[in-house]
């Protein structure tokens, strides 16, 4: 028996999340339900994180959590619980699964069965943000090895326990060479220790448009944050409906499943809601928790259910579906349909599937690393970088001196031209006079000479080789 915490939230979540538990409760499933209460009832009695301090004890205690989804209250400062919860708990992966069900729901991909793999704790959703000048702000992206390497393996650990044969990986490393090259690169590490399991790697935008167009290329999909929340969604939407998709947010200790569409408040208390984003959430649940078999059942009553033309509004189309439902009856029909089979959508297998294998990471040795000079960012509101470079050339000394302006990434100086179009925020290279290090020192007496001629640094960036290797970026256009 195991312990599950369980919120149905709000809008359509009670509704459906009852219908969900009645499902897998008939099916065998071997759970024991401690629900806590979250969302807006918990965000309007004060609390902007939308949920109480002992409701995290009992999540953190029981480790799975079953979520129906929640409404997060416009304005206030009010947190989103959902990204609150995946990073409290270190919830590193994001899966979803988007299967066509064609012919029974319409969609213009009828072979598509595809499973997205999201890092869910970095990139940009580090969510570190400046002004830093009139006209420009930063958004710092984050990408870590440990992170990479525990997205990545668990794609390939996945794949393996689920019988896939492809594993891809979207990235934009051709621009962000640092921190999507370092996602690409250690993705090209880990393929290498699962030699059965066939890799590749696409550049994000023609690697979306690719999928869009052709999901059937691909089986297995990992990518970064960002990129993995867009074409989730995208995913599942092209599969026919966003409404059917369920989602895991697996961690090293605990996991959070949920249907990945919002509260619908217009839709609650009326018999109407769709439960089966969370029925797929509660699927990967079982799966995770080692009840392969009562998920194997469910997961074919259900794909048996929508086969017989049993729908819910949402999807029920006349000529296509035999008989349109309320959330309760459509419970009672999947129920009917436990221990069955679908005669023409592909059933589902579970049981042969053993355990991830998730080692916990591993922190490398330390490179060798060498500071090689500094970027100074300068908020100047001039728009010639020459007459800038003659300012900032009054700070050069034996050690340093400026190399090198860039506006917005693009080089401006030296040999910039005259029709790029420049903002007040710059960025100003200075390297060693000779091909040799620098000290903190160094650094320190460029600051002190920038303040003493009034020129305003907004932040520095150090640069660094690590074992011999450049640790950041060349200007565009260097």
């Known amino acids: 028996m195991t312990k599950v915490t369980v919120a149905k939230g709000d809008g359509i979540g009670p509704e459906i999340m009852e219908a969900t538990l009645e499902i897998i409760l008939a099916a065998g499933a071997e759970i024991e339900i401690e629900e806590i209460e979250v969302g807006e009832k918990v965000y309007l009695a004060g609390n902007t994180s939308g949920i109480a301090r002992e409701s995290w004890d009992i999540i ?37 699964p988007c299967r066509s069900l064609h012919p029974f729901v319409k969609t213009k991909h009828p072979v598509m069965d595809v499973v997205i793999v999201r890092e869910n704790e970095e990139d940009l959703y580090a969510g570190i943000e400046h002004q830093q000048t009139d006209e420009v702000v930063q958004c710092l992206k984050l990408i870590s090895r440990p992170g990479c390497e525990k997205i990545v393996r668990y794609a390939f650990e996945y794949a393996k326990q689920q019988g896939r044969k492809k594993v891809t990986c979207f990235t934009k490393d051709n621009i962000m060479k640092q921190t999507d090259g370092l996602f690409h690169k250690v993705f090209d590490e880990i393929a290498k220790e699962y030699p059965e399991i066939e890799n590749e790697h696409w550049i994000i935008d023609i690697g979306a448009a690719k999928m869009a167009d052709t999901p059937e290329a691909f089986d297995v999909i990992v990518m970064p944050n960002l990129y993995g929340d867009v074409l989730s969604d995208v995913a599942a939407q092209i599969t026919g409906s966003v409404g059917l998709a369920g989602s895991a947010n697996i961690g090293e200790e605990c996991s959070m499943f949920e249907a990945i569409h919002g509260s619908a408040p217009r839709r609650a208390g009326q018999n109407l809601a769709n439960p089966s984003g969370l029925l797929q959430g509660a699927i990967m649940m079982l799966n995770h928790i080692g009840q392969t078999a009562v998920a194997e059942k469910v997961q074919n009553a259900w794909l ?25 009856e459509f419970a ?18 579970y049981a042969n599937n053993s355990a991830l294998n998730l080692p916990k990471y591993k922190r490398q040795a330390a490179a060798k690393k060498d500071l090689v000079g500094v970027d100074l960012f300068v908020h ?7 007459e800038l470079a003659k300012i900032l050339h009054q700070l050069d000394n034996a050690n340093v001196s400026l190399s090198m302006i860039t506006n917005r990434g693009i080089k401006v100086y030296p040999d910039g031209f005259s029709e790029t179009f420049c903002t007040d925020h710059w960025r100003c290279r200075f390297k060693p006079s000779e091909n040799q290090g620098i000290s903190k020192n160094d650094i320190i007496e460029l600051l002190i000479g920038a303040n003493e001629m009034n020129i305003d640094i907004i932040k520095t960036e150090n640069l660094y080789n690590f074992d011999g290797i450049a640790g950041y970026s060349l200007g565009q256009g260097q």
């Open 60 to 96: 953190r205690k029981n480790k799975i959590f079953l979520k129906a989804p929640i409404t997060t209250p416009q304005g206030g400062g009010y947190k989103s619980l959902n990204v609150t919860t995946r990073k409290f708990l270190g919830l590193y992966s994001n899966v979803r």
């Open 380 to 386: 100047w509101a001039g728009n010639n970088p020459n």
């Open 304 to 328: 048996k259910t929508m086969e017989d033309g049993i729908h819910t509004y949402d999807i029920y189309k006349e000529g296509t579906s035999k008989q349109q439902v309320g959330t309760k």
């Open 332 to 349: 009672q029909a999947i129920i009917a349909n436990l221990g069955k089979q679908p005669s023409i959508l592909k059933a589902v297998s």
